[in-house]
């Protein structure tokens, strides 16, 4: 059982060398988090195995794990730190949530596919990440309950960005979005006042879209 600890935190290591900080993501509470969250514990029994591979896992439900770079990188342009509040779109298995956990965040999570927002609740709560609370719903309507919130990360395209996550967005926080249809770019828009959101492309992307109220909104 130890050994097989230690091969797991090996292949983590690795994974954050040569995958994540290798190729720019420097934030030292990122590269910890993703060192310490047992990935490997977030996909499927079948799939366990490519846990640490540099591509994404299927899940169940038609969805996906992100590679480990795009978590790494997402997370870093989030720029929050402990005690930050940050809003998740697109729980999946939990992994994203458990790394922004690990960070020091209180995470607000939302799932539309009520098995894996059970799946992941179950998961987080059974691995000891306190601050992640789980919602089963659709994302675009926000918690506004809990807003504003110092970062927001959306794991699933829109092809439009969803007003009320723009809404419930704090003053100076960031939201981290992949935006389009076929061809999709990750987007960092930052709340730089009550109506002013600057925006800027990351990278193209290829995510899940987003499905419920996002595909009837005009």
């Given at each position: 059982?130890a050994d097989q600890e230690a091969h ?135 918690w506004p309950d809990a807003a504003p ?69 005009p």
């Amino acid at each position: 059982m130890a050994d097989q600890e230690a091969h797991w935190a090996q292949l983590r290591e690795e994974m954050v060398a040569t995958q994540i900080a290798s190729r720019g993501v420097r934030d030292a509470a990122v590269l910890t988090a993703l060192r310490m969250v047992p990935r490997h514990l977030f996909v499927p029994q079948d799939v366990r195995a490519e846990a640490y591979a540099d591509h994404p896992l299927p899940i169940g439900e038609g969805q996906t794990i992100s590679q480990p770079y795009i978590v790494g990188l997402m997370t870093e342009l989030l720029e929050v730190k402990p005690g930050d509040r940050v809003l998740e779109i697109g729980t999946g298995s939990g992994y994203q949530a458990a790394v922004l956990d690990a960070i020091g965040c209180d995470v607000y999570t939302i799932e539309i596919r009520a098995s894996l927002a059970h799946e992941a609740e179950r998961q987080l709560t059974s691995l000891g990440f306190k601050k992640v609370h789980v919602r089963a719903g659709d994302g675009y309507a926000g918690w506004p309950d809990a807003a504003p919130f110092a970062g927001i990360v959306v794991t699933a395209a829109p092809e439009r960005i969803p007003q009320p996550l723009l809404d419930q967005l704090a003053i100076g926080g960031h939201m981290v979005i992949p935006v389009g249809s076929f061809y999709q770019q990750l987007k960092v828009i930052t709340r730089r006042g009550e109506e002013d959101f600057p925006e800027r492309d990351v990278i193209p992307v290829r995510f899940v879209p987003m499905t419920g109220e996002v595909e009837r909104r005009p």
